[in-house]
């Protein structure tokens, strides 16, 4: 939310996200706005004063998501709409963005050496159907996790509890006895619950400093098993996607809108009547949209700042606020011409970011690593990538590629709009002019898009992405996209030194040694260029001034998340 992953116009970042990812994670061009739309102006909560009772508010969510399976997804305009349905164990600080209890009554008791954790639920929690949540609904969403028939693309966030990567990574196809074996390890030693204590214990592989952050992500909402059997494939559909968070999924016209109503049942009431999330993705389309009141919040870019300067309302209604994603050119190191390191250290030192920055982006600031500033790791002396024309030609012309027709056939595949043709226009004319490459462009509609590069598979040569915190932490950046065992890995990048360094520091306890270990990674990852690194988020929107009770953090998937009940229409 990925982090976090996110698919929209300009890209794709993954959740969290972040990763968040969320930043899937774990987002080709369809990416700055998918940053940006799902994020939200800087303003703060303000009291609720005269709120309309019968306030709606209509924001725009992008494109249709490919899936809203809060086991399988990892892109910011999924989780964005699974967080209004579903409340994890533990969530953000809208103030620190540390992990707090959620549905969890109380920090866990952590035993063990650390490498045990113990949640106990909140009293009196329900669905919106007035049914329970108990312990066991939480447990069964933490299995499905670690299903390999679910296929999630966060499972690896599971994979420090005891016997979820095993199962997770076995074949019940070719083994069924050895993967159920699998799954018994999982069930009884990794995982366990007792309804009627309302307790959830998770007993991990090895001390995890991160996992309380782990559990206020999406993977881990509970998912109830009567709904997921009941609906099978579709059990994302209105009628039986059915949550314990603040809001009920009500309407799901699909390609068209989703729409929000308050949970009932849910301890801190909503302020709004409805919540309509549209599906627009051309920006100019939505920024007409806006202008004419049919949009409540706009995410705005490069092409809107003139005819915003211009407009004295419209410059009145600017907000900005900080973000948490960095995007990048992403090679398939696994397809050539980008299976030679040469290749992808030439490209990722060919292009002027600086330029981009000044004469395309103009909102946000150029990136030569991945953790962006103010994030947990981020490293201003890594400069590896920086431009530098004549070192990129001496690398290309060392490659083993050198003067073949490989560099000759190079694919840019992007999600399709008129502002990301401008965008990948621009690259393209960048390698063009500096290393004599052209470079085809490729573009798809933004569904396409992020199938395409939700498996190794199907993911293209060349390609733009990128990622947003799902947590404030290096491993949900390192460990999280690069390691080789990353099930929301893009690149086929593998580099067991790389692979050791992360490991390592995942499960240091000494601060320094933990941050030591994680620049290495980083600047390892750098040297080795699976992806070329663009550039770093910035949030500019646009809100109404009737809109009230905003809360941001640099690391929102959609319009205040983290304090969403806040939000308010103000009577006008």
């Keep these: 939310m ?16 972040a990763i968040w990812t969320p930043l899937s994670l774990l987002l080709a061009f369809a990416l700055i706005l998918s940053a940006c739309q799902q994020g939200a102006p800087g303003q703060q909560p303000q009291a609720q004063g005269d709120a309309d009772p019968n306030g709606e508010l209509t924001t ?25 349905v579903f409340e994890a164990l533990m969530t953000f600080d809208a103030d620190t963005l540390k992990a707090i209890p959620g549905a969890a009554k109380e920090p866990p008791q952590v035993t063990n050496n650390g490498q045990t954790y113990t949640y106990t639920l909140r009293d009196g929690l329900k669905y ?31 994979y420090v509890i005891k016997g979820c990567e095993d199962w997770n990574t076995s074949d019940a196809k070719a083994d069924k006895a050895g993967s159920d074996a699998k799954k018994k390890v999982l069930t009884d030693q990794g995982i366990q619950f007792d309804n009627a204590k309302k307790t959830i214990t998770f007993n991990l592989t090895e001390q995890a400093p991160y ?45 068209e809108k989703i729409v929000f ?104 600031k150029s990136a030569l690593a991945f953790i962006p500033p103010g994030m947990p790791g981020y490293d201003e002396g890594d400069t590896f990538q920086k431009f530098d024309v004549a070192a990129a030609k001496t690398l290309l012309a060392g490659s083993k590629y050198a003067n073949t027709d490989a560099l000759k056939t190079i694919k840019f595949t992007y999600n399709a709009s008129a502002r990301n043709k401008t965008r990948v226009e621009w690259v393209q004319q960048q390698w063009k002019t500096n290393l ?19 498996k190794a598979e199907t993911t293209p040569p060349l ?11 290096q491993q949900d950046w390192l460990t999280t996209v690069f390691h080789s065992g990353s099930t929301v890995t893009r690149t086929g990048y593998n580099n067991p030194q790389f692979d050791t360094l992360v490991k390592a520091a995942d499960k240091e306890v000494d601060p320094k040694k933990r941050d030591d270990g994680y620049q290495q990674a980083s600047r390892l990852l750098s040297q080795d260029a699976p992806v070329a690194f ?5 949030k500019k929107s646009l809100i109404k001034p009737w809109v009230k009770g905003v809360k941001t953090t640099a690391m929102d998937f959609a319009l205040g998340i983290f304090k969403v009940t806040d939000i308010f229409v103000q009577k006008h």
């Design 534 to 538: 663009l550039y770093y988020s910035a």
């Design 436 to 454: 004599g490459i052209d470079v085809a462009l490729d573009p798809v509609d933004s569904t396409t898009f992020s199938q395409l590069v939700k």
């Design 463 to 473: 390609f733009l992405l990128g990622w947003c915190a799902d947590y404030p932490d």
């Design 211 to 255: 996992f309380n952050s782990i559990a206020a992500l999406w993977v881990g909402v509970p998912s109830r098993e009567s709904d997921v059997t009941k609906g099978g494939d579709k059990w994302t559909e209105p009628s039986t996607f059915i949550g314990n968070g603040p809001f009920v999924m009500s309407e799901w016209k699909h390609n």
């Design 2 to 17: 990925g982090v976090r992953n996110a698919s929209k116009e300009i890209g794709m970042y993954s959740l969290k996200t």
């Design 60 to 84: 725009n969510t992008g494109s249709e998501p490919d899936t809203i399976d809060p086991q399988k997804e990892s892109f910011v305009d999924e989780v964005g709409q699974t967080m209004m």
């Design 261 to 364: 109503t308050p949970n009932p049942n849910y301890r801190t009431p909503s302020k709004l009547k409805k919540w309509t999330r549209v599906m627009i993705n051309e920006a100019s389309v939505a920024f007409a949209a806006y202008r004419n009141n049919e949009l409540d919040t706009y995410a705005v870019s490069a092409e809107d700042l003139r005819t915003i300067d211009a407009d004295a309302d419209l410059k009145g209604q600017l907000k900005d606020s900080a973000d948490s994603c960095t995007f990048y050119y992403g090679y398939n190191s696994k397809k050539a011409p980008f299976d030679d390191k040469a290749v992808r250290q030439a490209l990722a030192k060919s292009f002027d970011r600086e330029a981009y920055i000044k004469d395309i982006q103009k909102i946000g």
């Design 128 to 158: 919106s159907d007035g049914s329970e949540t108990k312990a066991g609904d939480f447990a069964f969403g933490w299995t499905r996790l670690c299903d390999p028939a679910v296929a999630g693309e966060y499972a690896f966030t599971g």
